[in-house]
């Protein structure tokens, strides 16, 4: 299991967390958001998500709400282990 | 391989499509007929049809590459290169250790995968299969994806054997 946490700091240092976790990279998994949420237009608050498209929204939030997108993540895809 | 791309290799063998041959409707609605069928893998590793969906358009993408003109091989050949280079093949985390490749921008590390017999000049097979998978995506999950410039220019490049 996957689970990876997406981090936004605006330059005020308030942040934004989605996290998510994934047992397959094509999965689409609940997504749960936490700190300054309402910063974050709601049609990019994605409910749920797969691991490419969270990522994808999450960097092109930071660019486009000029914060600093982090991204960490821990585990690893069972499904698809060799 | 991935257990759900097990399950549709069975579903084409079972509904009679071949490589190469052009498919009838028979045979498609003999696949559509297979992918219904209930199977022990959906219930033990939660397989769902969303992944069985992007499995399908991933695969078909390896075909369409694999079987395509070598004007398409060399143009994503050449887009690979171009992406990665200088960059160094690494273990592809979170896969397993035996998951290789270059990292590069792509919206999923998966799509820089190479293998071992592809020598000094990877052809990029995952690109297409990557990203054609995601037209099996949801219009707006679609759409988010579409927005980004990295996935735009690598997602155009695939889509040019449909133009």
Not at chain 2, 5 to 10: E, F, H
Not at chain 2, 13 to 39: F, Y
Not at chain 2, 45 to 57: P, W
Not at chain 2, 66 to 78: C, D, S
């Amino acid at each position: 299991m996957l689970t990876t946490v997406h981090t936004l700091t605006f330059p005020d240092g308030e942040s934004v967390q989605a996290r998510a976790s994934f047992e397959s990279p094509q999965d689409r998994v609940p997504v749960s958001w936490s700190g300054s949420v309402e910063r974050v237009p709601t049609t990019s608050r994605l409910a749920s998500a797969d691991v490419g498209l969270l990522r994808v929204v999450l960097k092109r939030l930071g660019l486009t709400l000029g914060a600093e997108w982090n991204e960490v993540s821990e585990g690893s895809f069972d499904f698809w282990a060799e | 391989m991935d257990r759900s791309a097990r399950l549709l290799n069975k579903a084409l063998a079972d509904s009679g499509i071949t490589p190469g041959k052009a498919v009838t409707w028979r045979e498609m609605d003999a696949l559509k007929q297979a992918l219904r069928k209930p199977n022990p893998v959906k219930a033990t590793e939660a397989v769902t049809r969303v992944r069985i969906r992007r499995t399908f358009y991933h695969e078909a993408a390896h075909w369409v590459h694999r079987e395509g003109p070598k004007w398409y091989q060399e143009l994503i050949r050449a887009h690979f290169e171009a992406r990665t280079q200088g960059e160094a093949v690494v273990h592809l985390a979170p896969y397993g250790p035996g998951t290789r490749g270059k990292k590069d921008r792509w919206y999923e590390i998966y799509a820089g995968r190479t293998y071992d017999w592809e020598r000094s000049r990877p052809d990029g097979v995952e690109l297409p299969s990557r990203y054609f998978e995601l037209l099996s995506l949801p219009s707006p999950d679609l759409a988010h994806t579409w927005n980004d410039p990295d996935v735009r220019e690598t997602l155009l490049i695939v889509l040019r054997i449909l133009f």
